[in-house]
């Protein structure tokens, strides 16, 4: 008990996230405003430790932005603080922090339930049947789903599922939810990389045009449907400004150059996600083995019942 109480006086003792307001006063040209700010965490003594370093941005409505950097340089921070999960820590009077709108979010490690794909994907919003299988076209999520037994209404978690797979629901879940902004933390990395350019086509230039988007890369390649960029290095933003300025610059040759001498990392083929598709199907099929009242109740369950013994510890 007493190890109980000490993990709920930790979670209750912990800082509280900053509400998200929509900013009646901001430049209407703006959905996200960040001018000389340091965002951070708090240490054991209660002292501010900074992890982004003099952030000045501006991110216009309607337009997709690109975050760029290498692992480790800020990226995911930086969404993290328009989230308001980063106290914001002013430098001086003209430091702000405007947020103008409703966001959308999908992480950079996808988050699954233990509950049906569609569950995953509507999550907690009005059932909107026309937006859903919307969504599930341009997130490229049919085929999977037809290759299952009990189709949208399958049961799944994280662990019978591909890693392409679960980017994908966790990305569709975040285009689903209508939003304002929406920010996308490097949400196709284990994607296809011919899936991965027609969800861009579809999701991020069609489907959710009108709307702000942001787009966090590790890689500096297909960019031309990027408006603009900014460029972050060790918590802060070392440059900034349009898509046909940044593929001029002296940085973006200096990093295709040292792109070129790494070696090749080889991104799933169509015939592995395949195959993973198929695994899923046969783990349904074994779950929902047995005589024929046995199939029909579990069908569409991929999560297995545990086995519980009553008595003596064997």
């Not at 912990?14 to 703006?30: T, V």
């Not at 995953?120 to 490229?140: A, G, P």
């Not at 500096?220 to 990027?226: D, E």
Request: glycine share 6%; with cysteine.
């Amino acid at each position: 008990t007493i190890i109980s109480m000490k993990r709920i006086e930790k979670f209750l003792n912990e800082r509280n996230i900053e509400k998200q307001i929509n900013c009646g006063d901001i430049n209407d040209k703006f959905a996200v405003k960040i001018n000389r700010m340091n965002f951070g965490i708090k240490d054991k003594k209660n002292r501010d430790k900074i992890i982004l370093n003099d952030i000045t941005l501006e991110i216009n409505k309607e337009e997709i932005f690109a975050i760029l950097g290498d692992t480790g340089s800020g990226k995911t921070c930086l969404a993290n603080a328009i989230l308001g999960h980063f106290p914001s820590i002013p430098i001086d009077d003209a430091s702000l922090k405007q947020i103008n709108g409703k966001i959308s979010y999908a992480s950079q490690i996808p988050f699954i339930i233990n509950d049906t794909i569609r569950n995953n994907i509507v999550f907690f919003n009005e059932f909107d049947s026309e937006r859903y299988q919307t969504v599930l076209s341009v997130c490229q999520l049919r085929q999977d789903i037809e290759s299952l037994p009990g189709k949208d209404f399958t049961e799944i978690s994280s662990n019978n599922l591909s890693g392409g797979q679960k980017a994908r629901i966790n990305l569709a879940r975040a285009v689903y939810n209508t939003a304002d902004i929406y920010i996308f933390d490097d949400p196709l990395s284990s994607v296809d990389s011919i899936i991965s350019k027609d969800i861009v086509d579809k999701v991020l230039i069609k489907f959710l045009k009108g709307k702000t988007r942001i787009l966090i890369k590790n890689d500096i390649n297909n960019l031309t449907f990027i408006d603009r960029v900014a460029y972050m290095d060790k918590g802060g933003v070392k440059w900034k400004g349009t898509t046909s300025e940044f593929m001029k610059s002296e940085l973006y040759a200096r990093l295709r150059q040292t792109k070129m001498n790494e070696p090749m990392k080889r991104s799933p083929s169509t015939k592995e996600t395949a195959i993973k598709v198929n695994s899923v199907s046969n783990i349904s099929v074994d779950v929902s083995c047995g005589n024929n009242i046995k199939k029909e109740k579990n069908k569409g369950k991929l999560i297995k019942e545990e086995e519980q013994s009553k008595g003596k510890v064997s």
